[in-house]
Each structure stands twice: as C-alpha cells, then as structure tokens.
C-alpha cells in the first residue's frame, strides 16, 4: 500500500477512535482522560521533515479540536511532540544509522527499551502540556501531577495493547530506496 494512502488512513482511524470510542468513555474520578491519537504522529516515518511533522501535528491536532470544541488545545499539544521527536530520536537511536534502515519508529527499528522510552516521554510531555492548558495554572501541584501520571498511564497501557494487537512488520530498506 502506497505510504501516503496508508497515512492517510491511520490519520481517519485515530481521529475517529478518540472521538466516537475513547471520548466516550468517562473519565475514571474526573481524573483519567484516555488518550491514543497521538501514537500517529509518533508513528510517522523517520524521514520527514522537522517542519512537515510540526504541521502534520498541527492539522492533526486541529482535526481533533474541532471534534471535540476545543479551541487549539490538541493542537498545541501535538505540534509540541511532533517538534520535539526529531530530537528525541537522535538521542536514542544507535549512531549506526537504523533510522536510514527502516521506515519509522518501531520496536524493530529502535529496540524495545529506547522505543519504550521514546513512547513514555513524548506520551508524559503530550499528557503534561495538554493537562496544563486545560487548567492554566497548576492548582494544587498534587492533583496536577497525578492527572498527568494517571493519564500517562493508561495511555501507555492503550499504546502498548496496540502495538500487540496491530504488530507493524517494518520493511528493511536498502540503500536503494
């Protein structure tokens, strides 16, 4: 399947499972707020650009905010994440190059921990900054790092079924493609 098809398809499948499934499942204690539709940016191949990610996040934010009629806040949280992975990347994948090798971020093309790593700190920053703009100020410190730590939690707890229910075989590229 073309990439820019199967994109295209993942960008329709996660706005729609946040919306009409995750959204609907009320919040545990009006504390836990399930989130999942970030995995796509963090799931975008490895050679696009810094500034074509930021706008991806931003229109993949925006598509959600206007869902759910929140004026910029997901698209705040995800333009962030989608700056931030580039960096995040360099940081944790072996210098041999595995990211000339394979497509995008993987449990094959990372290895298990530096993808696990990967997941939970772009997952803790999303979580963070969106809990953050919700409320604009910090409240009691407490009740604000707990939201945050639940909702990275389950998050990360969705993101891993995930990725055990829909294994994604990463084609080995060559230096050819």
């Given at each position: 399947?073309?990439?820019?098809?199967?994109?295209?398809?993942?960008?329709?499948?996660?706005?729609?499972?946040?919306?009409?499934?995750?959204?609907?499942?009320?919040?545990?204690?009006?504390?836990?707020?399930?989130?999942?539709?970030?995995?796509?940016?963090?799931?975008?191949?490895?050679?696009?650009?810094?500034?074509?990610l930021?706008?991806?996040?931003?229109?993949?934010?925006?598509?959600?905010?206007?869902?759910?009629?929140?004026?910029?806040?997901?698209?705040?949280?995800?333009?962030?994440?989608?700056?931030?992975?580039?960096?995040?990347?360099?940081?944790?994948?072996r210098?041999?190059?595995?990211?000339?090798?394979?497509?995008?971020?993987?449990?094959?093309?990372?290895?298990?921990?530096?993808?696990?790593?990967?997941?939970?700190?772009?997952?803790?920053?999303?979580?963070?900054?969106?809990?953050?703009?919700?409320?604009?100020?910090?409240?009691?410190?407490?009740?604000?790092?707990?939201?945050?730590?639940?909702?990275?939690?389950?998050?990360?707890?969705?993101?891993?079924?995930?990725e055990?229910?829909?294994?994604?075989?990463?084609?080995?590229?060559?230096?050819?493609?």
């Open positions: 399947m073309n990439k820019l098809l199967k994109n295209i398809i993942r960008f329709i499948l996660f706005i729609l499972i946040q919306v009409f499934v995750l959204f609907q499942v009320k919040p545990l204690h009006q504390f836990i707020v399930p989130y999942l539709y970030f995995l796509y940016i963090l799931w975008l191949p490895f050679n696009t650009p810094r500034a074509g930021a706008f991806i996040g931003f229109v993949f934010g925006l598509t959600l905010d206007y869902f759910t009629q929140t004026p910029g806040l997901h698209a705040a949280a995800c333009t962030l994440i989608a700056y931030l992975r580039p960096f995040l990347i360099n940081i944790l994948i210098q041999e190059g595995s990211e000339l090798n394979y497509r995008s971020p993987s449990v094959t093309s990372m290895g298990l921990t530096p993808y696990a790593t990967y997941i939970f700190i772009l997952t803790f920053i999303h979580n963070g900054y969106l809990v953050f703009l919700e409320w604009l100020d910090f409240g009691t410190f407490l009740y604000f790092i707990g939201k945050v730590l639940a909702t990275t939690g389950v998050s990360m707890l969705l993101i891993f079924v995930v055990l229910l829909f294994f994604r075989k990463d084609k080995f590229r060559t230096n050819t493609a």
